[in-house]
Nanobody, 115 residues
Framework: QVQLVESGGGLVQPGGSLRLSCVASGFTFGSRTMKWYRQAPGKERELVAFIYDDGSTNYADFVKGRFTVSRDNAKKSVYLQMVSLKPEDTAVYYC?????????WGQGTQVTVSS
C-alpha cells in the first residue's frame, strides 16, 4: 500500500523559512522521481519541484533560488527547504509519486505566509 505523509507546514512571516518532509512507504523509494506540488485556494495544483532518483533536481521558475528539494533514500523521505517565503507561497503542499501511470498523493501540509 503506497503512502505519502507530509509534515512541517505552518504559519510563517514573510521572509521566513520552513522545511517540509514527506515520508514514503509501499514502493521502492530510491528508484522513483519524487515531486512537490502546491495548491492555493481557488487555484489549480501546480508543480513546485522534483528530484530524480539520481538526485538531480528541477524547479518551477517562481521558486528558483528560494526552495531546495532533497531526498534521503535510507529514510524514504523527500524534503522541501523553503526560504525567503512570500505571501503568494501560501498553499497546501503535496508530495507526489507516479507508479506506472497512476499518481499518488499525500494528504498535504498547509503553509501560510502572513504577517
Amino acid at each position: 500500500q503506497v503512502q505519502l505523509v507530509e509534515s512541517g507546514g505552518g504559519l510563517v512571516q514573510p521572509g521566513g523559512s520552513l522545511r517540509l518532509s514527506c515520508v514514503a512507504s509501499g514502493f521502492t523509494f530510491g528508484s522513483r522521481t519524487m515531486k512537490w506540488y502546491r495548491q492555493a485556494p481557488g487555484k489549480e495544483r501546480e508543480l513546485v519541484a522534483f528530484i530524480y532518483d539520481d538526485g538531480s533536481t528541477n524547479y518551477a521558475d517562481f521558486v528558483k533560488g528560494r526552495f531546495t528539494v532533497s531526498r534521503d533514500n535510507a529514510k524514504k523521505s523527500v524534503y522541501l527547504q523553503m526560504v525567503s517565503l512570500k505571501p503568494e507561497d501560501t498553499a497546501v503542499y503535496y508530495c507526489n509519486v507516479v507508479l506506472g501511470t497512476r499518481p499518488y498523493w499525500g494528504q498535504g501540509t498547509q503553509v501560510t505566509v502572513s504577517s
